[in-house]
């Protein structure tokens, strides 16, 4: 029964599902945790039933050029606490030389914010469920005896969280689904896990406001060394909005307008990860300090276009996070019985 979690979060391809803050607030939506697939590699471990449980703290401020615009200040404080329970699904399948895996999140957030008077959300705490995360299918090649393993999957984020308020964007749950491909690629041999996950979010339409938020694209990066039981390195991870927010006419009727909300950021951030194997389970802590997060909508930035009178309302949040992990093998297959040895 002993498993590692940097054996099961590279099969998951997962180290941690959030709520983003900028959701709600319409700063540059983001449905996986920026950071999520640090400490993951291209690598599967034995075919079982994995569990893993996960906590975690994001303290930031809200940054861009929309504290000046907002009359927010740069210390406008943000808080979310964070809970998942996960599952990771090895069956023992194999497909074109690939070994399959599925993955199923449920996270469930509780959001703090304080703001002084102007800010576009209201101060206070929010809680609910999250939209629970599905991986239907994960395939990861090992590429010979050289190290290197590769892995791609496909992730759903459906829309079954927690929904309140006339827009139904007063909760942490998202009323649209969020569609994620994966790539990972990863070099596993003599202790060290060097690797690169790079996924992407696409979102539906707001069922509500008919307003659909752009593409993004996330990059973790993970260098850790393993020494007996322990487990560490540096790790780190950019996030980016890449193409603007859409909203046609039926989402002007509802009062949005793409002048009004982020249209594209950056976020770097860097840090490091310690893991200890105690062999029924293992603990992986990780955090991360923004180094650099910026924020703008272009057009806003046109008199004559802009309702903001040619004033950036752009924001973006940075700050730490950090974030813990236990995981656990709960079933695996029995071994195939032995013949008994029979002597004359």
Known sequence: MKSSTK????????????????????????????GSFI????????????????????????AGPGTTTLGLGNHSSLHINDYNAGFLFVPGWTFLGATYDAVLVQPF??????????APVTPGVTSGVFNTYIVPIELSWKLGTSGFAVKTGFAVYVPDGTENGFNKLGNVGNPWWTFQPELIISYLGNGWNLSVAMYAEFNTEDRFSHYTNGDVFHADFTATKTIGKWTFGPVGYY?????????ALSCQITGQSTLLHTQRFNVFAVGGLLEYNFGPASLSVWATQDVLANAKNSAALIPNLSLTGGEDPSLISKGLTVF????????APEEPAKAPMIHK
């Open 7 to 34: 054996a099961i979060l590279a099969a998951a391809g997962v180290a941690t599902l959030a709520f983003s803050p900028a959701n709600a607030f319409e700063n540059g939506a983001v449905s996986t945790q920026p």
């Open 324 to 331: 813990a992990t236990i995981s656990y093998r709960i079933w």
């Open 239 to 247: 996030v980016g909005q890449v193409s603007d927010d859409k909203c």
């Open 109 to 118: 957030v509780d959001v703090g914010v304080g703001t002084p008077v102007g």
């Open 39 to 62: 400490g993951a590699s291209a690598g599967v471990p034995p075919p079982g039933i994995y569990m893993f449980n996960q906590i975690f703290t994001d303290q930031r401020n809200f």
